[in-house]
């Protein structure tokens, strides 16, 4: 047996994408381990978003290189997307590193392994190859309570900040034969929730299935109990899609709708393609539908050229929906984005003081809601075994992690339970 190590960074893509390279990796005979030492093969999957996850895989590197000077069969690929973004550079500024494969080539890292023993030099794949990764990954080897599965990728919107449609590529839908068959397998080695994934996973189009479409089909499965999905922008949120959160009861209420600032010069600089007001106005009719959905969001401060006045329209906007939780971040210039060569960029004490404004706004927000649950009783998937003994985490419809005294034989089961308290991270309640 040969040892894989596999580092991931980054979004929820990544994750899953680091779970098919072990599958592909498997037949090969490598076995995951869950230290770098002694390892055969180490691949981190890394995240170019922002220039702090990028730089984390060279500091990674450099302790990688170490390792290696003890082990000189251990092999590094980079896999993800500054692997994309940056190719042979990587092997410039790391030549420890043996292997650099895109997000959308690592079906071929068997095949480059194999050249690495032949040749000296690292490989280099980093084409756009559409889907073709997906015909050549194994069916699920394993499956948690709650499971990824990809079913679109890339990305045509170009907001002027963001690497992704050049990282991930242009927007492809995979088939909804092909998703239906993983959800299958994955429903088969007990998935009960299953999250689709996609850069864009509201413009989903399958040979004409829209999301809501693909939703029912998956609400179909035996054995699926809950239905999310992940990422979406507001220029998609289709009728269907809307309509679903009404009329398919495993569609979780839940949704993640990055609207990145509250202010329409800056929106407009952004190329987000809508004003603030559109957002507010596709909220409330997200909620005539479903009254209860919890809504998240992505937020950038400090673009460039924003003002205090932008600043606060966005602190308004938040104030206006009302947020279940949400993430948010400085504006980090990317190479290559067109709004990384605008002038009038924010000096760094302004971005964080913003940044302070908008993350305790919106963890009052996060608690406030989740204060609302203390007293009800929710249905609750358990997930796993949680670290104090004698209990089990799941979550509610909402996502919300709660933690409950309960025998373990409840996990990958729906159970009621009431709420009780909050701490900081989670909430609490007893069976109902
Ligand atoms: N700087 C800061 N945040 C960014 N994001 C994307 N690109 C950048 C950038 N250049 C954020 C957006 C996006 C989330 C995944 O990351 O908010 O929705
Ligand atoms: Fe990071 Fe975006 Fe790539 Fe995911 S798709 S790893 S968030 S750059």
Redesign the pocket.
């Known amino acids: 047996m040969k040892k894989l190590f596999v580092k991931t ?3 929820q ?2 994750a899953y994408d680091s779970a098919k390279m072990a599958d592909l990796l498997a037949p090969l005979g490598y076995a995951a381990t869950d230290v770098p030492e002694g390892a055969d093969l180490v691949i981190l ?5 922002r220039e702090k ?1 990028a730089e984390k895989v060279y500091s990674e590197l450099g302790r990688l290189k170490q390792l290696k000077r003890e082990n000189s069969g251990m092999l590094i690929a980079v896999a ?2 500054v692997a994309q973004a940056e190719g042979a550079e990587i092997v410039a500024r790391q030549p420890a590193v043996d292997l650099v494969v895109g ?1 959308q080539s690592y079906h071929r890292l068997p095949e480059m392994i194999a050249r690495t023993a032949r040749q000296s030099g690292a490989a280099l794949e980093t084409d756009f190859p559409a889907l073709e990764k997906f015909d050549s990954i194994p069916a699920p080897s394993s499956s948690g309570v709650s499971a990824f599965l990809t079913v679109q990728e890339g990305c045509d919107k170009f907001c002027t900040f963001c ?2 449609p050049y ?2 590529g242009s927007e492809q839908s995979r088939p909804p034969q092909a998703i239906l068959a993983e959800a299958r397998q994955l429903a088969d080695k007990g998935a009960r929730e299953i999250v689709l994934l996609g ?1 864009n996973v509201n413009a989903y189009d399958g040979d004409g299935w829209s999301l809501a479409k693909l939703c029912e089909a998956i609400a179909e499965i035996e054995g699926v109990a809950r239905i999310r999905y992940t990422t979406s922008h507001p220029r998609d949120m289709g009728d269907d899609l809307i309509l679903a959160h009404r009329d398919n009861p495993k569609l979780m209420p839940y949704l993640h709708l990055p609207v990145q600032s509250g202010s329409d010069a800056v929106l407009e600089a952004m190329n987000r393609q809508h004003k603030a007001d559109d957002y507010r106005r596709l909220v409330d009719r997200i909620r005539q539908q479903r009254p209860d959905i919890a809504m998240t969001s992505d937020f950038i401060v400090g673009f460039p050229g924003e003002s205090d006045a932008d600043f606060d329209a966005t602190v308004r906007l938040v104030r206006d929906i009302g947020y279940a939780t949400a993430f948010s971040f400085k504006y980090s210039k990317r190479p290559g984005t067109p709004a990384s060569t605008l002038r009038k960029q924010i000096p760094e004490d302004v971005k964080a003081a913003r940044l302070d404004v908008l993350q305790k706004l919106l963890l009052a927000q996060q608690y406030a809601f989740d204060d609302s649950q203390i007293g009800r009783i929710v249905p609750v998937l358990f997930e796993k075994p949680a670290r104090d003994a004698g209990q089990i985490m799941g979550r509610t419809p909402y996502l919300q992690p709660v933690h409950v005294t309960a025998r373990g034989e409840l996990v990958g089961q729906v159970a009621d339970v009431r709420v009780t308290r909050r701490t900081a991270n989670s909430l609490h309640g007893v069976l109902a």
Not at 45 to 49: E, L, P, S, V
């Open positions: 960074y980054g979004c893509m990544n999957n890394t995240c170019h978003i996850a993800g997307c997000p690497v992704v990282t991930r850069q």
